[in-house]
């Protein structure tokens, strides 16, 4: 499968299995579909101020049938975009392999995927406790592992249906929704990002 990176002012905003180089603002502004799953980790960055969170976790919400958003844990002076009485539920991402954090006291060896939109749009239940190694070679700073979205794409979605990434980063989110037979689409500002996940999504083979 041959897969597209278009810029976000040529995307018709229907089009999937593509590669969007541009904003979550952008593509969230023009797409015309609707995903069925999104799941993704926002940059954790302490100069985004909270409203910018909040924005891109609501327009999200409004866009898409589930939405997971990965958090760390640590950071409890901020939240992210989260407000916990608008969500459906939370899993917490165990990593037995974490370290201490210099000067904490705390060894915080989980994060957190908080979930909101539509819970009768899961198809199987799930544990709140995902035991996961993380990824410790990358390209990126911060990739997904493999599993943590194979469970959540499998929980929740049908063979066909659109899986959304709008922080594509290393393109796991989208490399397993392919692996999976489901439909996608990722975007990210970095365009040398956008390079890795094409070649990442075109080498991965369905299952």
Known sequence: MN????????WD????????HGSIEGVLNRMHCR?????TAPPIDNKIPEETYQLW???LIQ?????????????????FGVDPSKAIGQIIWDKPEALP????????????LWIFGDKSLFITSVKSVWTIFSVTKSKHPAPFPSDLPSR??????????????????????????????????TCDNSKQFCTWMKDRIEKTKVV
């Open 3 to 10: 897969v597209p990176i278009i810029s976000l002012n040529d």
């Open 13 to 20: 905003g229907h089009q999937v299995n593509c590669i969007i």
């Open 35 to 39: 995903p069925r799953l999104t799941i």
């Open 57 to 59: 976790l609501n327009l």
């Open 63 to 79: 866009k898409s049938g589930l939405v997971f958003w990965n958090t760390p844990a640590r950071h409890y002076e901020r939240a």
């Open 101 to 112: 954090l210099p000067k904490n006291k705390i060894i915080y060896h989980h994060e957190l």
């Open 152 to 185: 959540s794409i499998s929980a929740c979605t049908l063979k066909g249906d659109l899986v959304f990434d709008p922080f594509g980063g290393s393109g796991t989110t989208a490399a397993i929704a392919k692996a999976l037979g489901r439909n996608f689409i």
